[in-house]
Antibody
């Protein structure tokens, strides 16, 4: 079972970035998927999750209205569209399997917001 | 939103010691709590879910207990490979908040 996250990058404050994650080795369409981030030297912060068919989505308050989670089950992919990025969004973003507990984690994508 | 508070923030113990980490929810969350271990430079690893169910492959020296607002992660005999930061996380409802972490050192 793998969760692969290509991407990440450096973006200026106010800019946009799209993260993606591709799952393999499990029935992707049968699981909620989530994003968790970790700022440098800090703890884990839950960001968003999405149900199996994409009809339910939830976000942490600090990203509501700026981030959008989506999925394409045919491509076994999960995405996080990030707009109006702030310096405090700088973190490693992990794609994780599950809605409750998280048993599989992607390797993480570094997002740096800086001028 | 429900807040998750871990204590202590850090601890130092000797090899073979029994180590206990506490996680308190600001409101009741039934048994919807997980514990993770994150070693330096590594991905988080699920240890326990539903407050007390040991994830497959996790050594039996790890155990979890509690329900409602008060939860405990116990390492029965601390080993060198247990040096890590430990996080609790609630999952009754969104947001799926994590505790701030407890750093365990030898």
């Amino acid at each position: 079972l793998h969760l692969v996250e290509p991407g990440g990058g450096l973006v200026q404050p106010g800019g946009s970035l799209r993260l993606s994650c591709v799952g393999s080795g499990f029935t992707f369409s049968g699981y909620w998927m989530s994003w968790v981030r970790q700022a440098p030297g800090k703890g884990l912060e839950w960001v968003a999750n999405i149900n199996e068919d994409g009809g339910e989505k939830y976000y942490v308050d600090s990203v509501k209205g700026r981030f959008t989670v989506s999925r394409d089950n045919a491509k076994k992919s999960l995405s996080l569209e990030m707009n109006s990025l702030r310096v405090e969004d700088t973190a490693v973003y992990y794609c994780v399997r599950g809605s409750g507990w998280y048993d599989y984690w992607g390797q993480g994508a570094q997002v740096t917001v800086s001028s | 939103d429900i807040q998750m508070t871990q204590s202590p923030s850090s601890l130092s113990a000797s090899l073979g010691d029994r180590v206990t980490i506490t996680c308190r929810a600001s409101q009741g969350i039934s048994i919807y709590l997980a514990w993770y271990q994150q070693k330096p430079g590594k991905l988080p690893n699920l240890l326990i879910y539903d407050a007390s169910t040991l994830q497959s492959g996790v050594p039996s020296r790890f155990s979890g207990s509690g329900s409602g607002t008060d939860f405990t992660l116990t390492i029965s005999s601390l080993q060198p490979e247990d040096v890590a930061t430990y996080y609790c996380q609630k999952y009754d409802n969104a947001p799926r908040t994590f505790g701030q972490g407890t750093k365990v050192e030898i």
